[in-house]
């Protein structure tokens, strides 16, 4: 069993991935700026206030970790203006798990980032870009970080994300041929950041999960 930080850990994917780690049986520091106020509770979980663009937080938050879950999110509503949440709060989390020698992370960005942005749809590609542009530019930066360094990664890619519990039925595409975009709930998500966590066998991959 691993000891898990779940940094975004207080809604959506990352609060799901600390239901479904908790339940795999293992330990998990949940972390978030308002993670003092989660109502989850229950053993092997702890919940660590912080926030991630602060390195004295994210050291020690990493402190006795096996494996990093990075979930962070933007509020919708700013969207439009500039993103620089995941690559900066990724320069902070990179050489700090270098530094502690924690190895393995689990990297939630989304179907589009990086060399799956040429498999969106020819009718999709102009308002994606026009209302998510900023933020996987962004994502495109935090994977790039996360690639230059030593560190055992696996690149998370969801389509569109619902509500809903896990299912266990959706497909994980590794191959660039196969990439598009499709619904997932963020339970499922979550089903397979916690099959991860012990399995590795997604590990130097990205890939694209719709359900
Ligand atoms: N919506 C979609 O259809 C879709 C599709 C593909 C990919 N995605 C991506 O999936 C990811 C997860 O989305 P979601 O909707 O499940 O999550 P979300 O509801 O956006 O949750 C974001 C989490 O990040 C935390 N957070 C934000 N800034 C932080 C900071 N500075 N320090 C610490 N924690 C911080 C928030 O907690 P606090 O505010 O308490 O700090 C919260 O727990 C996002 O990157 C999103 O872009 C979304």
Not at 121 to 128: A, K, S
Not at 137 to 160: C, H, N, Y
Request: charged fraction near 20%; proline fraction near 4%.
């Amino acid at each position: 069993m691993a000891h898990v930080l779940v940094i975004g850990a207080s809604q959506g994917i990352g609060l799901e991935t600390v239901k479904a780690a908790l339940a795999a049986g293992h330990r998990v520091r949940a972390f978030a700026r308002s993670a003092a106020t989660m109502s989850l509770s229950g053993q092997g979980l702890e919940r660590f206030p912080g926030d991630a663009l602060n390195a004295a937080d994210i050291a020690s938050a990493l402190e006795g970790i096996d494996v990093v879950v990075q979930a962070l999110g933007v509020p919708a509503k700013n969207l439009l203006g500039p993103v620089t949440l995941f690559s900066a709060a990724t320069n902070v989390l990179v050489p700090a798990m270098e530094t502690a020698g924690v190895r393995r992370i689990l990297s939630v960005t989304g179907f589009g980032t990086g060399d799956s942005r040429d498999a969106i749809g020819l009718l999709q590609r102009i308002p994606f870009r026009l209302v998510f542009g900023r933020a996987y530019d962004d994502k495109d930066a935090q994977e790039m970080r996360i690639r230059r360094s030593g560190l055992d990664w696996t690149f998370v890619r969801p389509g569109v994300l619902t509500p809903g519990s896990a299912t266990g039925r959706y497909r994980i595409l590794t191959e660039p041929a196969s990439w598009r975009n499709g619904l997932i709930s963020r339970a499922d998500v979550a089903h397979f950041i916690a099959g991860e966590i012990d399995g590795r066998s997604y590990e130097r991959k990205a890939v694209v999960l719709i359900g």
